[in-house]
């Protein structure tokens, strides 16, 4: 069988733990023996993190941008029971905020949706996606306890002098404070990858904030989603039938429920962070979560929304069998895959890209499937295989 070449290379961000097994195992399995892999390789395992003094992380951000595409293996975010683990110069920083400070932009998620798991949501038919603006609010606040009685205001001074201020409270008492900034750079960007997506996938884009009560942090979100919608997609939303829709956040909230899902939901940081393990557990795991950065200027990373599943990688260590899921890191890399192909008009890598997905929840649908999704399944032919036999099943079927 000739091997599908590749034109341009992906950047290939190998991680930790179980996932980095999966990821060896995935390449071995399931890609080498159709492709000829083209990858510029950046080995984002702690201990290389740690030998590079966190360098190799920046550099495969920089790769991503000169490549465009990425695919990247979970990774681990030290603590300090890591440090002593691993034996850590430095208690690193989180690579995967490492990696969207230099290529901004907005995290997609979207569940991978196979007969047999059911939504806990009755109504759910097709995949919600959520995008998590990935910039500012609380993960950049300031926060202070106020000790006892006083008073706390909120300045801003132009750099040319002048100052507005504002009293945020009066306190008779001990309390709390907190202040935090967007920047209308990134919510623009944050905007225009919403909108894009949404063009790309033919789906309807929802958002909503609180700007019944935030009149001006969250107000101004609203307003320059609207101005970009009106000045630069109106008339691309209209052409592709497809509806940009705004309402308060409680609102997109009951309305997503009562929904049959197939929209993109736009959400400020923290409710992204929120709803997308909402969404994810309510559509029925983690493990089925696929998510991708887009950056403003058109760079795509694919990764699984879980992380390296550190309880299954010590028992694989200790040589006992383990049924980790692969689905999330498979479609990481047929994700990254199609978009190299689309980029470079290589058509026979998208429908491999095609092909590789519909072959994995086919093989899930005929009742081979890990254990996270056995316990779950109403399927009748239920067979929970271990990590490696998911793996020889899928590729028993691409195969034929
Ligand atoms: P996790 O790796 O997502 O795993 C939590 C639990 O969810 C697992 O113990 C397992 O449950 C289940 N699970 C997750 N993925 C699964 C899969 N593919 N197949 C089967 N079951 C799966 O989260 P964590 O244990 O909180 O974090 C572990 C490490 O991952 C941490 O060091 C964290 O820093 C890192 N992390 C990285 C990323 C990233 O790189 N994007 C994201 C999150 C976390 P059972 O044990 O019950 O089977
Ligand atoms: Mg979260």
């Known amino acids: 069988m000739n091997k599908i070449k590749m034109i341009n290379p992906i950047v290939e961000i190998d991680g930790d733990e179980m996932t980095r097994v999966i990821w060896a195992g995935i390449k071995e399995e399931l890609l080498k023996p159709f ?25 495969s951000a920089f790769a991503t941008k000169k490549h465009k595409v990425a695919v990247k293996c979970a990774t681990i975010t030290p603590n300090a029971q890591r440090v002593k683990e691993y034996e850590l110069k430095e208690m690193w920083k989180s690579p995967n905020g490492t990696i969207r400070a230099i290529l901004d932009g907005t995290v997609f998620r979207k569940p991978i949706v196979v007969k047999g798991i059911k939504p806990f949501v009755r109504t759910w038919k097709k995949p919600i996606t959520i995008a998590r603006h990935a910039y500012g609010d609380i993960y950049k606040d300031v926060e202070l306890i106020a000790n006892g009685p006083g008073e706390a205001f909120l300045s801003f001074q132009n750099t040319d002098g002048k100052e507005e201020k504002v009293m945020v409270h009066k306190f008779k008492d001990k309390g709390v404070l907190l202040g935090m900034h ?22 309807d884009l929802w958002f909503g904030t609180k700007d019944t009560i935030s009149k001006k942090y969250d107000h ?19 052409d592709a039938g497809i509806e940009y829709f705004y309402t308060l956040i409680d609102d997109i909230v009951a309305r ?13 940081n923290y409710d992204g962070d929120v709803m997308s393990d909402m969404v994810a557990s309510a559509f029925g795991s983690l493990a089925m979560m696929t998510s991708v950065l887009v950056s403003p200027e058109g760079y795509y990373e694919y990764e699984a929304a879980h992380g390296t599943v550190t309880k299954h990688y010590y028992q694989h260590l200790k040589g006992i069998k383990t049924s980790t899921n692969s689905m999330a890191t498979i479609f990481a890399w047929s994700g990254a895959l199609r978009k190299r192909g689309q ?19 086919e093989t899930i649908e005929e009742g081979l499937m890990t254990k996270d999704l056995g316990l779950m399944s109403t399927l009748d032919n239920v067979k929970i295989l271990d990590t490696f036999e998911f793996l020889k099943a899928i590729r028993k079927n691409l195969e034929k």
């Open 343 to 361: 980029i470079d008009n290589n058509f026979e890598l998208v429908n491999f890209a095609d092909k590789l997905e519909k072959t994995a929840i």
């Open 35 to 59: 492709i000829e892999l083209n990858t510029e390789y950046y080995d984002l395992g702690l201990k290389n993190r740690d030998l590079t003094n966190d360098q190799v992380t920046i550099d």
């Open 182 to 203: 967007n920047l209308d750079s990134s919510i623009e960007s944050f905007a225009r990858s919403c909108f894009n997506y949404a063009l790309e996938a033919k789906e």
């Open 256 to 268: 997503i429920i009562r929904s049959q899902g197939g929209m993109i939901w736009a959400c400020k």
């Open 220 to 238: 101004h979100f609203k307003d320059l989603f609207q101005e970009i919608f009106d000045n630069e997609y109106k008339s691309k939303f209209s």
